[in-house]
């Protein structure tokens, strides 16, 4: 079991830049992956970034050289740097861990607000 608690979502102009925060309440080297992922009123969650034990990352097209996902294992947390926001990233990101078994947990969600 591991506990994710997001912080960092805010109410945003288009342009501007936010930093998300997973934190978690164990070591996160096991797992194999740690996401950030979306979900927007009427859509379905998205994966938004992805960082893998190794250090390997992959993004959505949509975000790809905007966002940056990152982890510092020896704080037990995720980052996700978000540069030029646009409208429609308006929606509540989640922090997920993953791992083969399969385990798969997840935070509670930061509402993320860009206005035009």
């Known amino acids: 079991q591991v506990q994710l608690v997001e912080s960092g979502g805010d109410l945003v102009q288009a342009g501007g830049s936010l930093r998300l925060s997973c934190a978690a309440s164990?070591?996160?080297?096991?797992?194999?992956?740690m996401g950030w992922y979306r979900q927007a009123p009427g859509k379905q969650r998205e994966l938004v970034a992805r960082?893998?034990?190794?250090?390997?990352?992959n993004y959505a097209d949509t975000v790809k050289g905007r966002f940056t996902i990152s982890r510092d294992n020896a704080k037990n947390t995720v980052y996700l740097q978000m540069n030029s926001l646009k409208p429609e990233d308006t929606a509540v990101y989640y922090c997920?861990?993953?791992?083969?078994?399969?385990?798969?947990?997840w935070g509670q969600g930061t509402q993320v607000t860009v206005s035009s």
């Open positions: 164990r070591s996160i080297f096991s797992f194999n992956a």
């Open positions: 960082i893998t034990s190794g250090g390997v990352t």
């Open positions: 997920n861990a993953a791992r083969v078994g399969p385990e798969n947990y």
